[in-house]
């Protein structure tokens, strides 16, 4: 230890950690400001916060990246694992893990070839969910009532629809304008998009019944935005049918398959959109001119066919006269039939006017028989009385045999006390009180005694033996 002390510089200064690490961390500053850093990116991560996280690498090193929020949003790509990017930022020290990373400003990808494959890694990601599957395709009208374009305001991409629309078939067009490229042309695509489908059938603003989605020509890098999820996963949700025209023939982008069709040209989407007035106008002509020379042939046939008919039927003088001649014959028929008619009827009238009674008779018949039923409910009527009478005197003698005076002249009393109410039970009086006996003829007075009899009373005679109630 003295050995290690003897070599040490003996005007060698002390630092903290901290103060190593601030240092550390304006060295690598200063000296960095402002760097370009190519890699792939891994191990990409998007905090809660909206600051996003990566690493990014080559075949021999790793560099830790971070790219705050505020930035993140400005971004001209979304960064996803295996792309390779060119990231521009300063290089800064974390000293809380004693490491070093890079604070992203700008990103892009880093060329072409980078740009291919992420593209076509996008497109086997979607078509793997069926966003490009032909099934999910809505047809196209025929002729819209309302187009919907979804393009940037400025430049020759709307004129030419809107000239190629007024040259064939004019017809309202509402334009969504947005921006084409750059950092903010992606979301607000989309947002187009979505705000066409969110208007309601009916409404104060007219919902397209087609949209057209359109731009210029221009390099991979400037047609990026329609190969962005984002705006892929809007037109393949739209509920109204989509024409994506983006850039030339040669030109790809991957709402081509997401859209139900695609047009080579944005002129070409407007030929698509609307057919030809003028053509529509002739087709129609023509349709009705047929129709009329159709219908005279039919009515010309006909006529002829009914002449030809015509010509084949009898004379209609001679036809005439003998349904005349059986006319006149049936009338004279029906003359002398009504008349013996109402003669047969005069003599069945006659008839059934014999047969009836006079009204005496009928009056003296229904006389008769009242006196008779008459007779019949008074006999009745008696019977019933005198059986109710029976029976009355029946439950008449059973409620005499009932009643209180015949239960007290068979030998039973009743006790009272003095509100005289009757007693019942020998535990509603006590020794002492007085009582009342009423018997079959008369009432008597009486007073409760206590305990038990000296000696045993002769017993009365059964004929003699009274019963208390």
């Not at 187009?147 to 004129?159: L, Q």
């Not at 239960?407 to 039970?425: F, H, M, S």
């Not at 009899?453 to 005679?461: F, T, Y």
Request: proline content about 6%.
């Amino acid at each position: 230890m003295t050995d290690l002390l003897a070599k040490s510089p003996p005007n060698l200064p002390e630092y903290s950690v901290s103060e190593l690490s601030r240092a550390l961390k304006r060295t690598v500053e200063d000296a960095y400001s402002y760097v370009r850093v190519r890699g792939e990116i891994s191990g990409f991560k998007r905090a809660a916060s909206g600051h996003l996280y990566m690493t990014l690498k080559d075949s021999d090193a790793v560099i830790d990246a971070v790219c705050w929020r505020g930035v993140a949003g400005q971004l001209p790509m979304q960064p996803e694992d295996g792309a390779e990017v060119i990231a521009s930022g300063k290089l800064t020290t974390y000293p809380g893990r004693s490491k070093y990373q890079i604070v992203i400003e700008t990103m892009e990808l880093a060329g072409e070839g980078a740009l291919l494959k992420m593209l076509e890694d996008r497109r086997r990601k979607l078509a793997a969910e069926g966003l490009f599957d032909d099934s999910a395709k809505q047809p196209i009208p025929y002729l819209p009532e309302t187009i919907g374009i979804v393009t940037s305001p400025t430049g020759a991409v709307i004129r030419d629809i809107l000239h190629r629309l007024a040259d064939r078939f004019p017809r309202p067009v509402l334009l969504a304008p947005v921006l084409v490229q750059g950092n903010n042309a992606a979301a607000q695509i989309a947002a187009a998009i979505a705000g066409f489908n969110a208007l309601k059938a009916g409404g104060p603003v007219a919902r397209p019944d087609l949209l057209i989605v359109a731009r210029g020509g221009g390099s991979l890098e400037d047609l990026w935005a329609f190969n962005e999820e984002i705006v892929v996963r809007a037109v393949a949700r739209s509920t109204i049918p989509v024409i994506a025209a983006i850039g030339h023939e040669t030109d790809t982008t991957l709402i081509d398959f997401a859209a139900d069709r695609r047009a080579p040209t944005p002129s070409a989407a407007a030929e698509m959109a609307v057919p030809v007035r003028s053509e529509l106008v002739q087709t129609v002509l023509d349709a009705a001119r047929r129709m009329v020379g159709g219908m005279a042939r039919l009515i010309e046939s006909r006529r002829l066919r009914i002449e030809g008919l015509g010509r084949g039927l009898p004379d209609a003088a001679g036809l005439l006269g003998i349904q005349m001649q059986r006319l006149d014959g049936s009338g004279e028929r029906l003359a002398l039939a009504g008349n013996a008619l109402l003669a047969r009827r005069e003599q069945y009238m006659a008839l059934l006017a014999a047969r009836l009674k006079s009204p005496a008779q009928v009056i003296a018949a229904a006389s008769d028989r009242i006196d008779g039923e008459a007779r019949t409910m008074i006999a009745a009527m008696a019977r019933l009385l005198e059986r109710r009478r029976d029976r009355l005197g029946l439950a008449g003698g059973l409620l005499e045999s009932y009643s209180t005076d015949r239960v007290l002249e068979r030998g039973y009393a009743i006790i009272r006390n003095d509100a005289g109410l009757p007693l019942t039970k020998a535990s509603q009086v006590r020794p002492g009180d007085s009582v009342m006996l009423q018997f079959a003829d008369d009432t008597r007075g009486a007073v409760i005694a206590g305990g038990k009899p000296r000696r045993k009373a002769a017993k009365p005679a059964p004929s003699q033996q009274g019963k208390l109630l």
